[in-house]
């Protein structure tokens, strides 16, 4: 999987949190209405940091301030976009993105052997239209984010809260058995970052992105 991140470069990661065989995606919101922060430097358009200065940027997220102190960033990949609202919240002294999907343009894919690309990792991360969350710190001109977390040491950490609640079923339909949809109200899934925000093995910082001048 450490070698599926450096290939997708970190573009892909920001908008993939703990996922693939399990993830910290859940119904309700990770932050309070207290906890929101806002910040300068998450606004623009960001490139993976391996990225040659004369590449495309058909790969690459913009994100720009929107309403509430929420954030809207778009996720280009060739000709597949996804958008999403993004909150920038303080857990502690961690920062933290919670992550929602808003829209895509309907190019999506479910590999059979796992995902290959960023938009196949954005798109199981947000096929329930759960919110997501991910661990986050500014470097200069960048971003890094935690990257993805999943089998024996996600259920390892998930575990250790014997109160999480998850739902099996959407819309009817069962939910894939590798994913966990957490249904605890907010106030928990705080108390869960409390628990595990500074957790290495959990919210690990796993690359960069830069942002890129237009």
């Not at 909150?87 to 933290?96: E, I, P, Q, R």
């Not at 199981?124 to 661990?135: D, E, Y």
């Not at 024996?152 to 894939?176: A, D």
């Not at 705080?190 to 910082?205: Q, T």
């Amino acid at each position: 999987m450490n070698n599926l991140i450096k290939r997708l470069g970190w573009s892909a990661s920001l908008l993939w949190v703990l996922l693939c065989s399990g993830c910290f995606q859940a119904e309700n919101p990770f932050y309070r209405e207290s906890d929101i922060v806002t910040d300068k430097r998450l606004e623009g358009r960001f490139v993976s940091a391996t990225t040659n200065s004369d590449s495309t940027l058909s790969d690459s997220y913009v994100v720009k301030p929107a309403k509430s102190r929420h954030y809207n960033i778009t996720y280009r990949e060739g000709g597949k976009w996804a958008e999403l609202d993004a909150v920038l919240f303080k857990c502690g002294t961690n920062l933290f993105l919670d992550l929602k999907k808003v829209a895509d343009n309907g190019v999506n894919s479910q590999p059979a052997v796992g995902p290959s690309s960023g938009m196949e990792i954005l798109h199981l991360a947000t096929i329930f239209s759960a919110h997501c969350v991910l661990r986050v710190r500014f470097v200069e001109d960048g971003i890094q984010s935690s990257g993805v977390l999943h089998g024996n040491p996600l259920y390892t950490v998930l575990r250790r809260h014997p109160n999480l609640k998850y739902k099996t079923r959407e819309q009817g339909e069962p939910i894939e058995p590798h994913i966990r949809i957490i249904t605890n109200p907010t106030e928990e899934l705080h108390a869960l970052l409390v628990a595990e925000g500074s957790n290495e093995e959990v919210f690990g910082f796993k690359g960069t992105t830069v942002r890129r001048k237009e």
